[in-house]
């Protein structure tokens, strides 16, 4: 009987000094600790103290309702309520509670969970801890402004509490301030662990014309800007990225303005390889590829062959079958074409690019197919004061010299105008010089004719009348 009051006493000495241990924190205190297990509905936390602390699995499930947290996980927690050997932990003050719990709440600066029940001039309607009707300003529900103030009815946030009057009647929370100082404490943790150059995960919160925010750290966000989303100059921040998007980015400059306010400057690109780094096992002089224009210039227009790798289209790489005045004139933005790739130049980062190499050029063969002495008939181009430019191929125009034109006979050919057709001879063909030299077809005498037959040679209809008028002339 003895031995059995013995043991009872120590089992009430071992609960007794539980029950101390575990005094020595309070409701409100918040603590750190470590996540020892974690259960189907509790997780359990060590206190510091011999008794462990216990919070509800649900509480710290995320958006997507998943547990961030494994065993061995630090995590920081508020003290909700404290009874005989058992800890009870929390984000918040919980669902439930009184004024007594609310101003206790505010004294210790402990945020109360918060349903956004409607909006209300200057602000909206709040529900704290279940059932207390709270007034939250507009300019304390976000750190940044609320663009539709209507998207937050129905969710459920954590709540400083400001003010307390009229015994729990009047109550005015914030949670603005929650941010900013869990923003101050992220962004001293964040300094003392992160600098410019390092290279960093983080969720995209939102995307603007200019660019994309990052959050780096809980309540710290970064800009991406539009130049430094991607090598590639010709997509918008919305064909790069999204909302939600986890990415990789370089953390560019961190400047701390105040009140847990920071500017930084992020880049996605930098984050990635430079695209120019094997430039040459990707492209090679006198292949021709695929590519995008991306913009005009008054001295030609930019294809983008890859991400980050633009080359140039000279005004006058671009036709040659007829000259440009002005590249808008022949490309526009955004359109597909086909490029010879004429020369790359590393050290500049410069490739130079030919759209009319990649057609082929009109010249070449050009003395096989105008052979001297051969009529042909083609088109007025135009005149000039030197003589007549005539179209013999589509990028092939010769020239009947104002002398040729002095000598012939044929008057009709004064009065001959752009597109109209004509006969002429080849004098002579320089193909490296791009230049034909023709004569008026009555310089062809008879027995040259004979040996350019017309069934042979597909002359023309005009040829074979021209060649029956100078007949009838001898």
């Known amino acids: 009987m003895e031995n059995m009051n013995d043991e009872k006493s120590f089992a009430q000495l071992l609960a007794e000094s539980e029950t101390e241990a575990g005094a020595e924190v309070r409701p409100g205190d918040r603590i750190t600790g470590r996540i020892i297990s974690i259960g ?116 459920t946030f954590l709540f400083l509490i400001n003010r307390i009057e009229e015994k729990g009647r009047n109550i005015v929370v914030s949670r603005r301030a929650l941010l900013e100082k869990e923003q101050q404490d992220s962004l001293e943790t964040f300094s003392r662990q992160v600098g410019p150059g390092d290279e960093l995960q983080g969720r995209v919160t939102r995307i603007e014309p200019y660019g994309a925010f990052v959050e780096v750290a809980p309540g710290l966000e970064g800009l991406v800007h539009i130049s430094e989303m991607s090598w590639s100059r010709n997509l918008k921040p919305e064909e ?17 303005q105040g009140k847990g306010r920071v500017r930084m400057n992020l880049s996605m690109k930098q984050a990635q390889a430079d695209p120019w780094d094997d430039i040459l096992k990707r492209f090679e002089p006198g292949s021709v590829v695929s590519g995008i224009i991306t913009r005009t210039a008054p001295f030609g227009a930019f294809v983008e062959l890859a991400p980050g790798i633009e080359g140039l ?95 012939s006979q044929d008057k009709s050919l004064e009065s001959k105008k752009p597109e109209d057709p004509v006969m002429v001879v080849v004098e002579s063909v320089d193909e490296a010089a791009r230049r034909i030299t023709l004569a008026p077809a009555d310089s062809l005498q008879t027995d040259d004719w004979k040996s350019f037959a017309p069934e042979a040679h597909g002359m023309g209809s005009l040829g074979l009348e021209l060649k029956k008028a100078m007949e009838k002339k001898k």
């Open 240 to 256: 790069i990225v999204s909302s939600g998007d986890v990415v990789t980015v370089k953390l560019l400059s961190l400047e701390e």
């Open 40 to 155: 189907r509905d509790q997780v359990y936390v060590s206190t510091g103290t011999k008794v462990d602390g216990v919070v509800d699995r649900e509480e710290l499930l995320d958006e997507k309702g998943q547990l961030p947290y494994s065993e061995g996980d630090q995590i920081e927690l508020f003290v909700v309520a404290q009874s005989q050997g058992e800890i009870k932990l929390g984000l918040s003050f919980g669902t439930q509670g009184g004024v007594e719990q609310l101003i206790q709440a505010m004294e210790q600066g402990i945020p109360v969970q918060g349903k956004v029940k409607e909006t209300c001039k200057g602000g909206y309607r709040v529900q704290v801890m279940g059932t207390k009707p709270a007034f939250c300003p507009l300019s304390q529900m976000d750190i940044r402004p609320v663009e539709d103030p209507g998207s937050l009815i129905g969710q």
């Open 313 to 407: 289209v000279h005004i006058s790489e671009m036709s040659y079958l007829k000259r440009i005045h002005k590249p808008e004139e022949e490309v526009s933005p955004g359109e597909q074409i086909r490029v010879k790739i004429k020369g790359i130049d590393v050290s500049e980062k410069r490739i130079s690019l030919s759209i009319r190499d990649a057609m082929g050029d009109p010249w070449e063969g050009a003395a096989l197919r105008f052979v001297k002495g051969k009529p042909i008939e083609g088109r007025v181009e135009k005149r000039e004061e030197f003589g007549l430019l005539v179209r013999l191929e589509p990028g092939i125009v010769g020239l009947v010299p104002a002398s040729s034109l002095a000598r």
